[in-house]
């Protein structure tokens, strides 16, 4: 029956990129907007951009409709999120920004990522009996590391852009000072969110009327507090940032709340160029982001793991398939757990950990018919192989510049502690460290000594913004938020075009499975057969089902033709091309 259904779906899937392939492109402009419709990508011949909402996906086209370059679509995109997406767009936070220069045929890896104050203490997040206190993590003023956003953006649009600060602000500034409508899902984030807010004064006056009660939908949305500062980085830069006028606000919201971030740590914040991992897959080559990301080294990894397999033969979502898949995710995410951390800190094994031989060695562990129980699956040892709440937009230009970005407040709203008179909220990453090594985080990830608090280190992420290239060119561009789903989410996404040879809509739609080692289950998506679920579990998997995973933003260029989708998982995301 397993059988039956897969040879249904793929006779579907083929006949929706046939259709989807023979439509006339030149000169079409058109959207995705969530839940329209999941096997048909937006096609284009000029230029793309893919977001998860729809208001920065418009302005990131009006850009490349300009003449800008996708590195300017890129940063116009990230600013109007900060507005438009403020539960995880954002100036309070940091990411990760790959770029693929296509003169040059360079492809850099922009590290944004936030950094520890350099008050923090190792074991600050632990309670008088020293366990790790999840409130002081996560939502107090001492959860949030020195933002990255600000820093990140204006340099690369200094390095890689041709549009002005103004120009890529614009845009921003407008929807923050004249407002935009507020709709439903953004109203309904706000009241789930609301008890934690009310924890901060600014944060309610940013996002409630008088008396907390909520914006109806259809009514304006308007950011005066936001529009102001995001005015002063138009015309100073990012200097009005970490070390001017906002600079103060955010150290006067800090000493008046038990914070640890100063003026010293603002003005000492510098983004880092880092050279991406690197690794092939079945003919493509695949770049992502290098630590203090994990989430390139473990998507290339598993991706090593599984190549010698037939999965294309296996098919989608078989048995076959998922077992080989959650095998390997355990191996990776052990490895996780001990090798990782920010490489300016530790000696992460990364040579080794993304090495084809480690694979081969790894593979070994691999039981082809049954499930390896996790608490038999330890850390590997890579070394020896030596030659370490989220949002993701993507766009390209006709010139074959790529850019995938991943940035993040960490939770939806971060730590739902707003910076006053400033308009925006504060991270709280500062639980992406392991407040105790070998106690889990937020996500159920368990961390090393490697990812230790430290001052002034950039604490560990699964973000994972990767592009795909074939002869030299970008291919496709991807990425996701989902917490530890990052990692899995974006493999599956290009599994589902390189193995099953998906178009990138059918791709970004197909049920998603998880495992990440500890706790030792295959989570997955509603939508799996019955009979792929017995299956998994005569093999001894434990299979449960749990929300939909990750929200993915992807742009394929093939033939001459942009085709990109935004993840019907999430409402708002718009994919645009010209």
């Not at 679509?73 to 296509?102: D, E, S, Y």
């Not at 991706?303 to 995710?329: F, Q, R, V």
């Not at 530890?484 to 998603?512: C, E, K, W, Y």
């Amino acid at each position: 029956m397993e059988r039956t259904c897969i040879r249904l779906k793929t006779m579907f899937l083929i006949v929706a990129l046939l259709v989807s392939a023979a439509c006339p492109a030149a000169g079409l402009e058109t959207a995705i907007i969530s839940g329209q419709d999941i096997f048909h990508p937006v096609i284009s011949a000029n230029g793309m951009a893919a977001t998860q909402q729809h208001y920065a996906t418009q302005a990131g086209l009006d850009v490349l409709k300009e003449g800008g370059n996708a590195i300017d679509a890129g940063v116009t995109i990230g600013f109007t999120l900060a507005v438009t997406l403020p539960r995880a767009g954002n100036i309070g936070g940091g990411g990760f920004m790959l770029i693929h220069h296509a003169k040059s045929g360079e492809t850099v890896a922009v590290d944004y990522r936030e950094k520890a104050p350099k008050k923090a203490t190792r074991d600050m997040y632990l309670d008088k009996d020293g366990n790790a206190d999840p409130e002081k993590s996560r939502y107090s003023y001492q959860a949030a590391g020195v933002p990255g956003t600000v820093a990140g953006l204006t340099m690369i649009l200094k390095k890689y852009g041709t549009i002005s600060l103004k120009r890529a602000l614009k845009p921003a500034i407008e929807f923050a000072e004249k407002g935009y409508p507020m709709d439903t899902s953004f109203r309904e984030s706000l009241i789930a969110a609301k008890k934690r807010l009310e924890a901060s004064d600014a944060s309610m006056k940013l996002f409630f009327k008088e008396g907390g009660k909520p914006y109806d939908v259809g009514e304006l949305f308007v950011q005066k507090d936001l529009a102001r500062t995001l005015k002063q980085i138009a015309e100073k830069g990012a200097d009005a940032f970490y070390k001017g006028e906002i600079a103060d606000l955010i150290v006067a919201t800090m000493e008046a709340n038990g914070g640890l971030i100063t003026k010293e740590d603002l003005a000492a914040y510098k983004p880092v160029i880092r050279k991406p991992v690197h690794g092939t897959y079945r003919g493509y080559d695949i770049y992502s982001m290098p630590p203090p990301s994990s989430g390139g080294v473990h998507i290339i990894q598993i991706l090593n793991l599984l190549e010698p397999y037939p999965i294309s033969k296996l098919g989608h979502n078989t048995a076959e398939t998922i077992h080989l898949m959650a095998e390997s995710m355990k191996l990776a995410f052990a490895d996780r757990s001990k090798h990782l951390g920010d490489s300016d800190f530790a000696a992460v094994p990364l040579a080794g950990l993304i090495s084809k031989k480690y694979a081969d060695e790894l593979r070994k562990k691999i039981d082809d018919k049954k499930a390896t129980p996790s608490k038999t699956v330890l850390p590997g040892e890579p070394g020896k192989y030596e030659s370490n709440e989220t949002t993701h937009f993507s766009v390209m230009d006709k010139e074959g510049n790529a850019i995938a970005n991943t940035y993040t407040l960490n939770f939806s709203y971060g730590s739902k502690l707003a910076v006053a008179k400033a308009g925006f909220l504060l991270n709280n990453e500062m639980d992406d460290f392991s407040a105790k090594p070998g106690v889990s985080n937020a996500y159920g990830l368990i961390g090393g000594e490697f990812n230790a608090v430290e001052p002034e280190k950039r604490m560990l992420s699964s973000m994972s913004p990767t592009i795909m290239m074939k002869d030299g060119k970008a291919f496709l561009l991807t990425g996701s938020p989902g917490g530890s789903r990052i990692i899995t989410t974006t493999l599956q996404l290009i599994m589902n075009v390189v193995d099953h040879g998906m178009n990138v809509a059918a791709a970004s739609s197909a049920v998603r499975i998880h495992h990440q080692w500890l706790p030792d289950e295959i989570r997955i998506e509603k939508g799996l057969s019955q009979d792929t679920i017995r299956l998994l579990e005569q093999k001894g998997h434990k299979v449960v089902v749990k929300n939909a995973m990750g929200s993915t933003q992807s742009i394929m260029y093939r033939d001459g033709f942009f085709l990109g989708a935004s993840d019907p998982r999430r409402p708002g995301a718009s994919t645009m091309g010209y």
